[in-house]
């Protein structure tokens, strides 16, 4: 552990009792978002994401060491284990490094090799390597064994070649050379099967594709290993792309180099060079294209996963509307608009169905009905789901908001993303709440709160199911769940819970809690009525000391006994704040708020043994704005009247939309079309853009002006350049030319210039087929 922790400081540029400490915090049950804010001065002020990057890392090196162990008395129950082989496997960096060293020593498979060993046939490979000049015709008829299956010398010479083939296959360091060489030169090449060009035509960008492996990005290396699952693509590694394939490949010189073959005109050369071929390309060559193409799948897949949880996590933070009676509208043309009013507490107070929209076409009947819901429960705000006929339902809300204007100047209405909203409605945690309710009222219960709080509603559903990831479907499921957990946690942790109105699924995202111990807290809640102090969680069922420690500073308890119970304070360090209190001779009450006060105080005087100076710093930051919300302003974005489908966007149009997705190669706008819009990376501003989340995250209000629309494909080209110029796509260059090339030439007089002689642009502002799978990724 000790070694590990060391390279564990390296790793994150920290010193290593920063490492201890943390590891020993770990070990004890303390939580990621606990050690984060209050054990600063054992990390030394490690935050959250060094925190979870040492978490991850920790896992990774622990179970490489364990492994160690594992190999270490395999070779050495073997009796194989010497000092050098000793080192180099306790010197071994990576997992990879690692199996590399056991392969001649692991147990595998009765192998051809094997097989030629057992009819003693390995002192001619031997006795060949010693003296290259032997006939080796001569010599390998000296190994003839019919009743071991090699009856002639031809046999007998493939017995050798599968021997050494074998011998040179798993030599450690030749395979790091031949890594070395790949990971410089190789290329990973992409080409559509025969005969399905048709049926994989989302994939045609892939066709002929070649890109040097260690350089595909995330998005274009799982649309390629989709492609390949689906049956239209053949994914290869090319080692040699710059070498003709009747040269042969240069991973055959590096192998001749390692073993020191210097290769002549001698039979036993030229038997050694169809060994060295036959290494490459039967063993080595097959063993890579699956490491690599394994690798390049890990490396993307991880990179696709920082992608979602970035994304959660911006989605999570948005800005809640805030305590405010709401109602939901969940749209439907056929089957209603579903109607839910919650108070300003989240409780459903009021619910029903209109049918303004055909066939019905009760459009007065409904802006009656609603209008009497607003009177009557006193609405502040309106929630549209942005589904089917959520355009048509906008306008009707338009229309109930012009209607009651004099009555309730200060009503609004939001577009609110409804993803996950049906997976809320069929859950077991709906269905305990609303047990009587229709599914469809559930969700538009669920599209109300979320935009009162999108961390409190948002919890209740799988991450997965939110619909902000980047090929989610195509990444491991395990790596991907655990990622969002952590992304969840340390949200509803960053911004506390309130105890006495928080659901049971968001208390189980509370450090320290747990699905049990949550629906122990409501119970308690339901039974003895609301904490009125953080103590009495430790009357609660289960909950003992240790779930007290990690969870207590994250709950809120408001207007409580105590007026630290409503602030971020840890009731460890009440004691702290007594001092604090005592010696400006004021009251704990009177401390909080009071700014002036505050900055006064030298925090350095109330250094104890048990609380540094970056607690104390935290402590008087907390009392200055007790339970702040670290969450931003909230705003919302204003659809154009009109535009409402994909036919009545314009090229040029100036728009308001609502960032939905941001992935590495650009972000998607939601502008009210039901369909969003691809701003690219280049487009986003007029600077270098490397990293799209740099400039826009999930849930921002953003102006774009819409540079392609292809209706065919469902394809919208966004800029937020709102000074950059469309270019014709590529539809309408390839109509051009057709054009062009269907009229007959005219005569150009001398000294007349050509009509039309400027350049028609050939790049389609849409050239990216990956555009597909991220149009159709909410469903």
């Not at 060293?101 to 498979?109: E, I, S, T, V």
């Not at 999108?454 to 195509?474: F, N, S, T, W």
């Not at 819409?706 to 709102?722: A, F, G, K, P, T």
């Not at 390839?734 to 001398?750: E, G, I, M, R, S």
Request: aromatic share 6%; glycine share 6%; with cysteine.
């Amino acid at each position: 552990m000790q070694n590990i922790a060391q390279l564990l400081a390296q790793e994150l540029n920290v010193r290593q009792q920063q490492v201890d400490a943390t590891i020993a915090l770990l070990n004890d049950g303390a939580t990621v978002p606990f050690i984060a804010r209050y054990r600063k001065e054992a990390t030394g002020g490690l935050d959250d994401t060094q925190l979870r990057q040492l978490y991850s890392r920790l896992s990774y090196l622990t179970e490489m060491s364990d492994r160690r162990q594992v190999i270490l008395s395999s070779i050495d129950a073997q009796g194989k284990l010497t000092p050098a082989l000793a080192k180099a496997i306790n010197d071994a960096d990576s997992k990879t490094r690692l199996e590399d060293l056991y392969l001649p020593y692991k147990p595998k498979r009765r192998t051809k090799g094997q097989i030629a060993i057992e009819a003693g046939i390995e002192p001619l490979v031997d006795a060949l390597l010693a003296d290259r000049t032997l006939d080796i015709d001569a010599k390998a008829a000296e190994f003839i064994d019919s009743e071991a299956g090699f009856a002639d010398a031809k046999a007998v010479q493939d017995g050798a070649r599968y021997i050494l083939m074998e011998r040179f296959a798993e030599d450690a360091e030749l395979l790091l050379k031949i890594r070395q060489h790949l990971t410089q030169q190789a290329v990973l090449e992409s080409k559509v099967i025969k005969g399905k060009e048709k049926e994989g035509a989302k994939f045609r960008d892939y066709f002929e594709q070649s890109e040097a492996i260690t350089k595909v990005p995330s998005h274009r290396a799982l649309a390629m290993l989709r492609g390949r699952n689906e049956g239209i693509l053949s994914l290869s590694i090319n080692a040699d792309p710059d070498t003709e394939a009747s040269q042969g490949s240069y991973c055959e010189v590096i192998i001749a180099d390692h073993f020191k073959l210097n290769l002549t005109d001698s039979s036993v050369d030229q038997w050694l060079k169809t060994v060295v071929t036959s290494t490459w390309r039967i063993k080595i060559a097959l063993q890579m294209e699956t490491e690599f193409i394994a690798k390049m799948r890990e490396s993307a897949e991880e990179e696709a996963i920082k992608v979602f949880a970035r994304n959660l996590g911006d989605l999570l933070m948005a800005a809640p509307a805030g305590a405010k009676a709401t109602m939901g509208l969940d749209p439907g043309i056929r089957t209603g608009v579903k109607v839910a009013i919650v108070d300003n507490t989240g409780k459903l107070v009021a619910h029903t169905t209109v049918f303004p929209h055909a066939p019905q076409n009760l459009w007065d009947k409904s802006i009656k009905t609603l209008s009497n819901l607003i009177g009557m429960h006193k609405v502040d705000i309106i929630a549209i789901g942005n589904g089917t006929g959520s355009r048509e339902t906008d306008k009707l809300a338009g229309e109930l908001i012009a209607m009651v204007k004099d009555s309730h100047p200060r009503l609004t209405k939001v577009m609110v993303s409804e993803a996950g909203a049906s997976v809320y409605s069929a859950s077991e945690f709906a269905a305990n709440e609303f047990p009587d309710l229709d599914v469809s009222i559930r969700g538009a219960v669920s599209i109300a709160r979320r935009l009162q709080d999108p961390l409190a509603e948002l919890v209740k559903i799988e991450p997965k199911a939110i619909g902000v990831g980047q090929y989610q479907h195509d990444v491991s499921q395990s790596q991907l769940s655990q990622s969002l957990e952590a992304v969840v946690e340390d949200c509803v942790n960053s911004v506390g819970v309130d105890l006495n109105m928080a659901s049971a699924p968001l208390l189980a995202q509370v450090a320290g809690l747990n699905k049990t111990l949550a629906k122990n807290v409501v119970d308690y809640r339901d039974e003895h009525g609301q904490f009125t102090n953080r103590k009495q969680l430790l009357k609660v069922a289960r909950l003992g000391p240790k779930a007290f420690e990690q969870a207590a500073g994250f709950l809120r308890i408001r207007q409580g006994d105590n007026p630290l119970d409503g602030s971020a304070v840890h009731p460890e360090a009440y004691s702290i704040v007594e001092a604090i209190a005592a010696t400006s001779k004021h009251d704990v009450g009177q401390l909080i708020g009071n700014s002036e006060l505050l900055k006064s105080i030298n925090a350095a005087q109330f250094v104890t043994e048990s609380f540094g100076l970056p607690t104390i710093t935290d402590i008087l930051a907390e009392l200055d704005k007790p339970g702040r919300d670290p969450r931003g302003e909230f705003k919302t974005a204003n659809f154009k009247d009109g535009v409402e489908e994909l036919k009545d966007l314009k090229v040029e149009m100036i728009l308001e939309g609502v960032v939905t997705n941001v992935t590495n190669f650009g972000a998607f706008v939601d502008v009210g079309v039901h369909q969003d819009g691809l701003v690219h990376i280049s487009s986003l501003t007029d600077k270098f853009v490397s990293d799209p989340h740099t400039v826009v995250k999930a849930g921002d209000v953003v102006k774009v002006k819409v540079m392609e629309v292809d209706i065919e494909r469902r394809r919208v080209s966004l800029s937020m350049r709102l000074d950059e110029t469309p270019q014709p796509s590529s539809n309408q260059v390839n109509k051009t030319q057709q054009n062009t090339q269907a009229k007959k030439p005219q005569a150009v007089k001398k000294g007349q210039k050509p009509a039309n002689s400027s350049k028609a642009p050939t790049n389609a502002a849409m050239g990216n087929a990956f555009a597909d799978a991220f149009a159709k990724m909410k469903k």
